[in-house]
């Protein structure tokens, strides 16, 4: 059975500071995400690499859409009207998926979700 897809742009290369992308369904990453670097998208945001600028997923109000990435430690993180910064913890990165939970952003590891 083949399954349509959903409309997405890539990016096969590293954000750096300034560049900008804004895009009517989800966005797909195959590089890091540096500070400065800004992502807008009405669905979904997947980022292959490091996130650690700013992103917003769901920018329309869709409060079932998710950010993953291998290292998720952005600026500023935002599910449709939701809105938080990542903590400064000195962890381990991981791979991990943020999405609306009870009201609020929360992440989790990344794993057969």
């Known amino acids: 059975t083949v399954m349509a897809g959903e409309a997405a742009v890539m990016?096969?290369?590293t954000m750096r500071s300034g560049f900008k992308v804004a895009y009517q369904g989800h966005v797909v990453v195959l590089g890091?995400?540096?500070p400065g670097a800004e992502i807008v998208a009405s669905g979904c945001v997947v980022v292959w690499g490091r996130l650690r600028g700013t992103v917003h997923a769901g920018a329309e109000g869709d409060e079932s859409a998710v950010i993953c990435a291998l290292d998720l430690s952005p600026m500023q993180l935002r599910i449709a009207s939701k809105v938080a910064t990542s903590p400064q913890e000195n962890t381990k990165p991981q791979p991990e998926i943020a999405s609306i939970a009870e009201g609020q952003i929360i992440a989790?590891?990344?794993q057969n979700q």
């Open 108 to 110: 989790e590891p990344w």
């Open 32 to 34: 890091d995400v540096n």
């Open 11 to 13: 990016i096969h290369r």
